[in-house]
């Protein structure tokens, strides 16, 4: 008894079952991306918050009366020319707003000295709706946050 068509069968539920497969390892694919974006924003931001307290800590004097102190402002873009301006704390502070608007998608930092305890609190601030969404969050909170305190 001689079949025919069963071989097509097979081929077409075996290109079905690949081709699951495949758009399961393009969701993968996007979700390793968007993670590892994610995680080099978070990456960028630890390293501006120890960069300018690092600035801090070569210019103590100034650090510890409050000449660091800086608020969350509008963030701005990359400029072309960095600021020479001014006294050290502002050249420092100028700059370092600048790298995390260059450096950060919206990208802004903070600084709080308590001048008592000599105490700084560093945050910088972004935009990650880029990179990982949580599925439990609403969509408005892709502002991140990092947040470092230093006793100066």
């Known amino acids: 008894m001689k079949q025919s068509g069963f071989t097509l069968l097979e081929i077409l539920v075996a290109m ?3 081709a699951i497969g495949l758009l399961g390892l393009a969701g993968l694919m996007t979700s390793s991306m968007r993670n590892n974006l994610s995680a080099s924003h978070r990456t960028q931001a630890t390293w501006m918050a120890y960069d300018i307290v690092d600035r801090m800590r ?3 004097a100034a650090a510890v009366t409050g000449g660091y102190a800086t608020g969350i402002g509008t963030p701005g873009a990359c400029p072309t020319a960095w600021p020479t301006a001014g006294t050290v704390p ?3 502070i100028a700059v370092w707003k600048n790298q995390l608007a260059c450096v950060l998608p919206a990208g802004d930092g903070s600084i709080a000295v308590n001048t008592t305890t000599r105490v700084a609190t560093v945050t910088v601030k972004w935009d990650d709706s880029r990179g990982l969404v949580d599925s ?3 969509a408005n909170q892709t502002i991140k946050t990092f947040r470092v305190e230093t006793q100066l």
């Open 136 to 138: 439990g969050s609403p």
């Open 90 to 92: 502002q050249q420092d």
């Open 58 to 60: 070569a210019n103590r």
């Open 16 to 18: 079905l079952v690949m």
